[in-house]
């Protein structure tokens, strides 16, 4: 099983990246020159330069979105306000909205014509100012994703504890809350910090003259057709997963699991001051997201702006090749492979890493595997593809130009967040579960569909919405892989607005946005039901144990 | 039933089920079909392939059209094995390199000797012919200048004075093809030396570089800076969607790449590939003549109603322009470009 997933890696991920990075020791002709390109790359006036600011921008982002989807998360799971589902909703609307939406948006509202430029006192929204808000902005939803998850499980028994000993609520929440979400919290910055830290697309669009790496491959790459320098920054841009992997290795070993098989699941109580007071937090986050995304649809509603605001749906007419509705529907198709396949090999995967015994040496590549995704951009991921499944000595060449290398390659690259979701909440799950089901006999199998597959049915639906969400926008990736007949709605925007048509990229952004609404409402009233049933004991004081034995 | 046979399949089955059902989706592409790869504008592109199926109701053509530097990068990163029977339109600097390469299908079209010798692959044997081209241009935001009281320029050299600094935008030439046409050119008109002087003066000027040729006019066109560096094919469409822009073509001279037909070799449909370039200089050429102002065969333009005069005046500015020399350049000449302004990245106050 775990050697199943090794494979997997080893053909989509691994070999892929290896045939793109053996070219940084090779020249234009293939010929082997050793670390010249290198030392080329060394002499580079921007190298440092990139690699702080990246640094910089990577840094920042973290802190304030792990601050910002912390307090958010926290008020979800932890509070009684009211309108709870709303605002999961609105939070979720970043991801569905590919990155060229928050671009248009961010120049609207804050650009040299925009309404707000005042509150940036004089500086420019094209450089570090519009890149940190505009990451904060797309990466906001993964963190609160983690870390909603860490966040919601919780044994009820610490809390009462607390109170038995009259310990204060801030207290209680610094030595029980804190360090119960610190795996999540640890897990959740190093996502962003990678996440931030490999993106091209928003320095692209908004970050004018600062450099950073991941727009220094896309110069040479896209720009000179340069593939050795830009298997060289890749390698660069890899560094901070091994960083990651080894901060993860040595967490994950302080980890206590939090439900344990006594476990009563934890219940909000209600306090006016501190539910009032995360009320308007999460108003305050909710607004903003809402006057970016309503920037964005008001610029494709109306004729020019901003010098004529009167209102139009002419945008709405794709009337260009390939630009049009087929690559809408090629984008939910994808969408709907990717949310299917993916959900399924990632939660069993997770389940492989985190519950079955296997060989610890074996199990630290896989885990190696799973947090190496999210440092490779997607342009590198898309081109080392090419390079790989393009081969005509390559037995699975026959996948190359379908719409199965795009699933596959949407799902490898979206794969670390999925997994570490699906980690989190098995995390939280005894270990003892499964020594039970082996004194009694029971076959793991069993176990799994019994009692592990119901208890993390939540997480699973987060993972399948994500996936399906991530599919409908992603570009960086497919967008050197779709051929003519899987076009897609995102690459879309991306050509409408290269053409000039800035308020039909919008618009058309705008509909993947709704799509992806659509379907995250026929989600969670399908799931309703489901959960209803499965999530039973989370409702009652019934402790685990006690409902395994009942089923 | 379904809890019933649910429970019973272990897990490593719903593995290899996951796997043979995601691998079945792919299907191969047909043969006798024309995959044809392009980096010209989506629209006209559109319009183009559905009168030459029109003409050709035999040939079905499919298209992937991708902006100039991602569909070089995926072709080059292809060529062991290409995809593409067709290339349909790419900038000449990066299919020089592509020829190069050897990834063109030697073919000597019907008709090149009626066009304009500027488009015709000189180097035997040929393998590309040059169908019509672009060129730079100045875009101007008149409301927004008039606000700012900036004089309107006429010349490349008027935009180093500093009363313009902070309101211009300008394409990258590391990043875009437009962006190298620019300085390639302007080293062409001025000499070496004088246009890095030139350079030196407008980096103090330019607010921000942009990673498309076309932004820098979209960004006029929206007040975003008051002067785009860009091309005229964006100037007219934004113009045409309601923008306060003028179109300037500087008296210097403009610099222009011309966009090139090629078949790929390895393509397994060289009858109808030949079929196609041969269209290109045939029916093709009035089609492109309909809605391109830099052609090869310049008797088949139809002039813009709109823009009466804009036809000669591009044709009067357009330079010589050495597009083997600007090809083989390319890199030694952008990298002095980012060894002067890339690594400054200061925003201008």
Known sequence: MLASYILFFLLFLVFPLGTLIMKSVQDQKGNFVGLKNYLLYLQEPALFQSFFNSLFIAIASTIIVVLLAFSFAYALTRTCIPFKGFFRVIALIPLLSPSILAAIALVYWFGNKGILKALLFGNSIYGPIGIIFASVYWTFPHALMILSTSLSLSDSRLYEAAEVLKTSRLRAFLTITIPGARYGIISTSFVIFTLVFTDFGVPKVIGGNYNMLATDIYKEVVGMQNFQMGAVISLVLLLPSLIAFFIDQYSRKKQISLLTSRSVVFKPKKSFAVD????????????????????????????????????????????????????????????????????????????????????????????LFTLMPMSVPGLVLGLAYIFYFNAEDNPINFIYATMTILVINTIVHFYTVSHLTGVTALKQMDKEFESVSLSLKIPLYKMFWKVTLPVCLPTIFDISIYLFVNAMTTVSGVIFLYTYNTTLASVSAIHLDEQGDVAAAAAMAMLIVYVSVLVRIIHTVFTKGVLRRTQAWRQNSLTVVEEVRKA | MFKLLTRKIPISSILATTFSVLL??????????????????????????????????????????????????KMMAEKDNPQADFLFEMAATVALNMEAEGMFYEYTPKGMDKIDQRYVDKSAPVTWVGNYGWAGCICWNRIEAENLGLPKPKTWAELANPIYKGHISMPNPASSGTGYLDVSSWIQIMGKEKAWKYMDALHKNVAVYTHSGSKPCKQAGSGEFAIGISWPGRAIKIIKAGAPIDMIIPEEGIGWEMQVVAIMSGTDNLPDAKRLMDWTLGRGMSLFGERQSIIADPSKITKDPDLPDFYDEVQAKLINNNFVWAAANKTRIVGEWKQRYDGKTEPKK
């Open chain 1, 276 to 367: 009032s007071l995360m009320l308007s937090y999460c108003a305050f986050i909710t607004l903003i997201i809402l006057l970016m995304i309503g920037m964005a649809q008001f610029g494709a509603l109306v004729k020019y702006w901003p010098y004529d605001l009167s209102f139009t749906l002419k945008h709405y007419q794709f009337e260009v090749a390939g630009l049009g509705w087929e690559s809408f529907y090629n984008s939910i198709r994808l969408a709907f492979y990717t949310a299917i396949f993916g959900t399924v090999i990632i939660f069993v995967g997770s389940y492989i890493v985190e519950k079955l015994r296997s060989d610890e040496r074996l199990r630290g590549i896989l885990q």
């Open chain 2, 24 to 73: 079945s989706f792919s299907t191969s592409v047909f043969a006798g079909e024309l995959l044809v790869y392009s980096s010209t504008d989506a629209d006209n592109l559109k319009y183009y392939m559905e009168e030459f199926q029109k003409d050709n109701p035999d040939i079905k053509v499919n298209v992937v059209r991708e902006s100039t530097g991602t569909m070089a990068a």
